[in-house]
């Protein structure tokens, strides 16, 4: 039995470093997306693919929706509109203002979130050095964001890197409380059909945004006409089959060898960006990743604090 026990947990380890893994190839598609297209727009039209694997989902699950009570209904809204609307569209607006690569590291900090979110929302012990990792998490952020720079007056910080930093973080928060409001939602439905409803949910709150700034017709006439082979593998693999690949390994393991396993994502994204896209980070964002990283993966061995379950550290896309 234990060596059934070690078996599983090394392939849920795979599978998570796997899943993670999918998510290097979105800056190569995202960001040329940007140049022709507003952010916006291409989160919607994204969304437009995802309802094809959505749809049949919530038909087949529909008698689950029907036992949810208000305050389930209002946390799966807060999930759709927030995390798999306006975040990827923060997300995608930092890709183009700024290094694809830099607001990739910052999605690190969602744990960070997720955990400090977690005691307010679901009643849930802060783990031991929280606060000295948090600190540590928030210099080494300072770091990945303005590199070199970040020893300048912060009067004279680059804009482009203080709007980048501050969509990407934003982004960053948002998916980090998802990973709260979806450990709540998950007692009510499992994850596929909990993933259908965000992509579904989150269609009429970018429909309406796409309206409001003008957008929602070039959605169409460039976004689906122009674009949709590569609209199209940005919903399905870094997109819906990363995120289910991620979920599948997840339930095998412990979210302190998941940490490490996600490890996959940043590192194969550093080489993907620099062999795609030309972007590259100097040495100070490096240190200040592995800072960020080393902080979030303290907090994850440590032990959770009696009674209390261990917080799984947040997916970095949408």
């Known amino acids: 039995m234990a060596n059934r026990r070690t078996t599983v947990t090394r392939w849920g380890v795979f599978v998570v470093a796997l899943g993670a893994s999918l998510w290097a190839i979105d800056a190569p598609i995202r960001k040329p997306l940007t140049e022709t297209l507003p952010a916006t727009s291409i989160v919607l039209a994204e969304h437009l693919f995802l309802a094809l694997y959505a749809l049949p989902v919530l038909l087949w699950q529909r008698r689950a929706f029907a036992a949810l009570s208000l305050r389930s209904w209002l946390a799966l809204v807060a999930i759709a509109w927030g995390a798999s609307g306006l975040a990827t569209v923060l997300f ?3 890709f183009r203002i700024g290094n694809p690569t830099t ?3 910052l999605q690190k900090v969602q744990p960070l979130v997720a955990v400090l979110l977690a005691a307010f929302l679901l009643r849930e012990r802060l783990p031991r050095l929280y606060w000295p990792c948090f600190v540590v998490a928030l210099a080494g952020a300072y770091l990945v964001s303005f590199g070199r720079a970040a020893f300048e007056p912060i009067w004279l910080l680059p804009q482009e890197r203080i709007l980048t930093a501050l969509l990407a973080l934003a982004a960053a928060a948002l998916w980090g409380s998802a990973t709260v409001l979806g450990r709540y939602m998950l007692g009510a439905l499992p994850f596929p059909t909990l993933a259908a409803a965000r992509f579904l ?3 009429p709150f970018l429909a309406v ?3 409001l700034e003008g957008t929602f017709a070039r959605t169409w006439a460039v976004g689906l006409a122009q674009e949709a082979p590569r609209l199209f593998l940005l919903a399905l693999v870094p997109g819906l089959l ?3 690949v991620y979920y599948a390994g997840l339930r095998q393991t412990r979210a302190s060898y ?3 396993a996600e490890l996959a994502f940043p590192a194969l994204a550093i080489v993907v960006n620099w062999l795609t896209l030309g972007t590259t ?8 990743f592995v800072l960020l990283w080393g902080a979030i993966t303290t907090l994850s061995w440590i032990p959770a604090p009696a009674s209390v379950p261990a917080t799984r550290p947040a997916t970095p896309a949408s």
Do not use: E, R, S
Request: net charge negative; charged share 5%.
């Open 92 to 94: 995608t607006t930092a």
């Open 103 to 105: 607001v990739i590291l």
């Open 201 to 203: 949910l989150a269609l």
């Open 209 to 211: 945004l796409a309206l």
């Open 242 to 244: 990363a995120m289910l």
């Open 258 to 260: 998941a940490t490490l």
């Open 281 to 288: 980070i100097d040495a100070w964002q490096l240190a200040g």
